[in-house]
């Protein structure tokens, strides 16, 4: 299983991002694929994650509800996450993350799951949010 992410960079407050990830080792469309961040002393946080197969069930954060978006592209085993309207708290590094084990849809479960070990991680990207 592999997991590569790309497209961090800086933006300014207010500005937009988009994060893609793709993905390989394992079967993509009947998957939940996520994203999830750390800022310097904090804890990793659940961003948001997806089901790639065609109901497309998706699950946020709260503090990234109506301002992000993840979608899923099959044809190329990708996931990406477009980020508006970005604040300065937005500034981390974002993981993409995967397991294919995992028998449930996107939640709060998934996060927990893939915080407490289980599963694959890309090796992070760095976004920054100033003025």
């Known amino acids: 299983v592999q997991l590569v992410e790309s497209g961090g960079g800086s933006a300014q407050i207010g500005g937009s991002l988009i994060l893609s990830c793709v993905a390989s080792?394992?079967?993509?469309?009947?998957?939940?694929i996520g994203w999830f961040r750390q800022a310097p002393g904090k804890e990793r946080e659940g961003v948001a994650c997806?089901?790639?197969?065609?109901?497309?069930?998706?699950y946020y954060g709260d503090s990234v509800k109506g301002r992000f978006t993840i979608s899923s592209d099959s044809a190329k085993n990708m996931v990406n996450l477009r980020m508006n309207n970005l604040k300065s708290e937005d500034t981390a590094v974002y993981f993409c993350?995967?397991?294919?084990?995992?028998?449930?849809?996107?939640?709060?479960?998934?996060?927990?799951?893939?915080?407490?070990?289980?599963?694959?991680w890309g090796q992070g990207t760095q976004v920054s949010v100033s003025s």
């Open positions: 993350a995967s397991d294919p084990l995992y028998p449930g849809y996107p939640g709060p479960m998934w996060f927990e799951s893939l915080a407490a070990g289980a599963g694959y």
């Open positions: 080792g394992f079967a993509f469309d009947d998957s939940v």
């Open positions: 997806i089901h790639t197969s065609d109901d497309g069930h998706v």
